[in-house]
Nanobody, 125 residues
């Protein structure tokens, strides 16, 4: 049984930082492209940042380039998202996603096999 579990969300002031973590079990982690998506109230879910199976390539939405950094530790079956210089418009539910043998670009384009339950990030001004 595949489980994808996020952690690390919470309230933060504008300009602050958070690090999200996602642990996946029940799958061969290094065969899966991984990614972070977010959904704000009244908006569609969007791909924020995604990373290839080996970690050698990544994708970032324009809105987070230069502020967010995605990484993965295949030995720990864990995905990370370091979020710096947070803005109120980053407020959303953040979801971890896994997809078998996809690329960083295609998983962020929506080819997702498994979703986590989400972790809320709230940035106050």
């Amino acid at each position: 049984q595949v489980q994808v579990v996020e952690s690390g969300g919470g309230p933060v002031q504008a300009g602050g930082s958070l690090r999200l973590s996602c642990t996946a079990s029940g799958l061969a982690f290094d065969n899966y492209a991984m990614g972070w998506f977010r959904q704000a109230p009244g908006k569609e879910r969007e791909g924020v940042s995604c990373i290839s199976r080996g970690g050698g390539s990544s994708y970032y939405a324009d809105s987070v380039k230069g502020r967010f950094t995605i990484s993965r530790d295949n030995a720990k079956n864990t995905l990370y998202l370091q979020m710096n210089s947070l803005k109120p418009e980053d407020t959303a539910m953040y979801y971890c996603a896994a997809s078998f043998f996809q690329t960083a670009t295609t998983i962020c384009g929506g080819r997702v096999g498994y979703w986590g339950q989400g972790t809320q990030v709230t940035v106050s001004s």
